[in-house]
């Protein structure tokens, strides 16, 4: 069935509201070399929002800050209408140790820049955005609910942690009346499935909003790269490559299984009469769990591209197609628990599950 990007979804065990997909303003600035300068930018803010988008995807370091500022110069005027997501954790000052990093000062300074720069007095949702591994849980719970008693936050939630730390977080904050985290942000795409193994389980379990990032597979599943373009040493390649091609070649996303995978798609979107990219953010939308994939256009014709997911109708055999070619081994236990060894034994009034 056709979506729109005012066919809100709630976001987790919470009453908020979002788009089904998400506007990444990471692209908003050129300072990382790739992006929209501010006019370009300012159009894909309006074109999102007149056709009801109001879910927007920063960090307090994005484009050196440009992101967030560009951001809240647009949202201005509807601030109230709009669900502003950002993201602490990442060095903001080098040289400075404490300007990174999970732990309370970290957040309390990220969480005043990012007010500064949105030009707002709240942020609806803040992220943990990476897992530092040194501060206690309790610290980083306790200063994220003293954010939302204060006011300056609205709600908490968490990207690019192990599903143990986040199951035992949300369990803590439900014990002591804490703010409950109620979203994960985690890379989900067809050529990137892992978090189905512990993640995604998780956030379903703990009422976590799935928001998938890099949803088209670093560019992978567009249909844009080639077999010539690998390069099992690692090194870029093509000189005529832009910065975020090469990038991508050189990180070893074009492999042959992902352009296996991306063929699959480029089938699969001859046979509905729509781009790569509408596809590969359609099987996202359609996963079980996921909230709002986010997409991060340069132009308003990629932008315009990836709003078309919105109509696209897979049907079962298209995903299962889709599933079988990007299919993962789950490992151990999940494997084996999803396996034809598993059996129901009844003793009595009871069923007992057990290996067969």
């Known amino acids: 069935m056709a979506l729109t990007l005012d066919t809100y979804r709630l976001l987790g065990r919470s009453g908020l509201r979002v788009s089904p997909l998400a506007l990444g303003t990471a692209t908003f600035g050129t300072e990382w070399g790739w992006g929209a300068e501010r006019d370009e930018a300012r159009k894909l803010f309006d074109r999102y929002t007149e056709l009801g988008g109001n879910f927007f995807d920063t960090a307090s370091t994005y484009t050196n800050g440009s992101s967030e500022r560009l951001l809240g110069e647009f949202a201005h005027t509807n601030r109230d209408k709009m669900v502003l997501a950002t993201k602490y954790s990442t060095l903001r000052q080098p040289g400075d140790p404490n300007s990174g990093g999970a732990h309370r000062k970290s957040m309390l300074a990220s969480a005043e820049a990012s007010l500064r720069q949105l030009n707002t007095d709240y942020i609806d949702l803040l992220y943990v955005n990476v897992w530092d591994f040194r501060t206690p849980v309790e610290e980083i719970l306790r200063g994220l609910d003293d954010l939302v008693r204060q006011g300056k936050v609205l709600y908490v939630a968490i990207s690019s942690a192990p599903a143990w730390q ?18 994960l942000e985690t890379e989900y795409s067809l050529i990137e499935r892992t978090a189905e193994r512990d993640l995604i389980p998780m956030a379903r379990e703990m009422g976590l909003g799935v928001v998938p990032f890099s949803p088209l597979g670093g560019g992978v599943l567009t249909g844009k790269y080639r077999r010539e373009d ?22 070893g996303w074009v492999t042959d299984r992902n352009l296996a995978i991306a063929d699959a798609v480029k089938e699969v979107a001859s046979e509905l009469g729509h781009t790569p990219a509408q596809v590969a953010l359609a099987w996202a939308l359609n996963a079980p769990d996921v909230t709002a994939p986010i997409i991060g256009a340069r132009t308003v014709a990629q932008l315009e591209d990836n709003l078309g997911a919105l109509q696209v109708d897979l049907t079962p055999s298209h995903l299962a197609r889709l599933d079988e070619v990007s299919a993962i081994d789950l490992g151990n236990p999940h494997g084996l628990l999803a396996s034809d060894h598993i059996r129901t034994v009844t003793t009595g009034d009871m069923k007992i599950e057990t290996l067969g």
């Open 166 to 183: 986040v199951s035992r977080m949300q369990a803590i904050a439900d014990l002591r009346g804490w703010s409950p985290l109620v979203a």
């Open 230 to 251: 690998q390069n099992p040493a690692g090194s870029v390649v093509g000189e005529t490559a832009s910065n975020r091609r090469s990038l991508n070649v050189a990180l």
